[in-house]
């Protein structure tokens, strides 16, 4: 069975999180990812990723289709290799 792709979402966005906290950056991911924007070839990417993970995290009943899924979890993935984590 495939893993739920919303609980790979929030996983990658809470990766995500410890990576920048890694490379010095403080605050919420929103103020981590404000202050590292010039480091990523797809910012936009990047923040409707994040969105997507907070709509998972507060809709009680969420839904993410699979290509929404498989979207957010390109941008992270690129956004992992543009601050040089290899995924």
């Given amino acids: 069975a495939s893993q739920d792709p919303r609980f790979v979402i ?9 990576a920048l906290g890694m490379r010095g950056y403080q605050g919420s991911l929103a ?39 498989k979207t957010a979890l390109r941008s992270f993935k690129r956004a992992f290799r543009d601050i040089g984590l290899s995924l």
């Fill in 31 to 69: 103020d981590k990812m404000r202050a590292s924007e010039s480091l990523f070839h797809d910012v936009q990417g990047i923040w409707k990723a994040h969105k997507l993970r907070n709509f998972i995290a507060h809709e009680v009943d969420s839904s993410v289709s699979s290509s929404d899924a």
């Fill in 10 to 18: 929030l996983e990658a966005d809470k990766l995500f999180d410890r």
